[in-house]
């Protein structure tokens, strides 16, 4: 089935995308095969610094408190394609997060974008799969504002292993988990403003770049939940 959504869009036709690995290092009875787990762009760098022996520990102080690399290497993975996840949690966006590679919340999304591309691109008359509102109606109670039909209020919650196209929403069946999920989301973008506010106070031509960002918290209303432990990378 396709993909959901295009890019600037939490959904994970905008923020999925292909791979692929070339060089000696790849064993022979690996080549011209797929590897299909989750992984993140930010997991490139561990991984290639361990394939040549290079220490990829780069731990920071951000406001007294150590910050290690998002990355996590995934060669061991790759290569014996076990059932061990990788990552607890990933955030995927401000407004959207996936534990355990299955599970994903989505805090915002607007009608815009939401739509499906057929698995070849666009189809003969050049047109989308267009969402059904009765099914997604807007959820967002300001009728003036931007129509959401998933919001901090009433988000999404989907089993990408049984639903990659994301087209049954989950929520109301498993809202612990979108408690949990709304929990870690809010404490890694809360301790991700930390560090931007940090940065640009410290170098001060970097705030005209973050200025939006730390105006307001507006992509993210679920700053309101209680922060979460820590857990996972």
């Known amino acids: 089935r396709p993909l959901r959504g295009q890019k600037t869009t939490p959904w994970q036709g905008g923020t999925r995308v292909a791979a692929f690995l070339t060089g000696g290092f790849i064993p022979k009875r690996l080549r011209g095969t797929s590897f299909d787990r989750l992984t993140h762009f930010a997991d490139v760098y561990p991984t290639l ?8 520990v ?20 790759l290569l014996s394609n076990a059932s061990t996840v990788l990552r607890q949690y990933l955030p995927t966006t401000e407004v959207s997060i996936i534990w355990r590679e299955r599970y994903k919340l989505i805090t915002s999304a607007s009608v815009g974008g939401s739509y499906w591309a057929p698995p070849e691109g666009k189809t003969p008359g050049n047109t989308v799969i ?8 807007c959820v967002n109670t300001n009728a003036s504002a931007t129509c959401l039909i998933c919001s901090p209020e009433k988000p999404c919650l989907f089993d990408l292993s049984e639903d990659e196209a994301e087209r049954v929403n989950l929520a109301s069946q498993q ?11 809010a404490w890694r973008l809360a301790a991700h403003l930390r560090r931007v506010v ?15 960002l730390l105006a307001s918290p507006r992509r993210s209303p679920v700053l309101t939940a209680r922060p979460a432990t820590r857990a996972g990378a």
């Open 49 to 56: 610094c361990n394939l040549v022996g290079v220490s990829a």
């Open 58 to 77: 780069d731990t920071v102080v951000v406001q007294g408190e150590p910050r290690a690399i998002d990355g996590v290497d995934f060669w061991p993975l």
């Open 130 to 137: 267009n969402i059904n509102r009765t099914e997604w109606p």
């Open 175 to 185: 809202p612990q988990l979108v408690a949990q999920l709304a929990r870690q989301l």
């Open 198 to 212: 940090a940065r640009a106070a410290s170098q001060p031509r970097l705030a005209s770049r973050h200025r939006p």
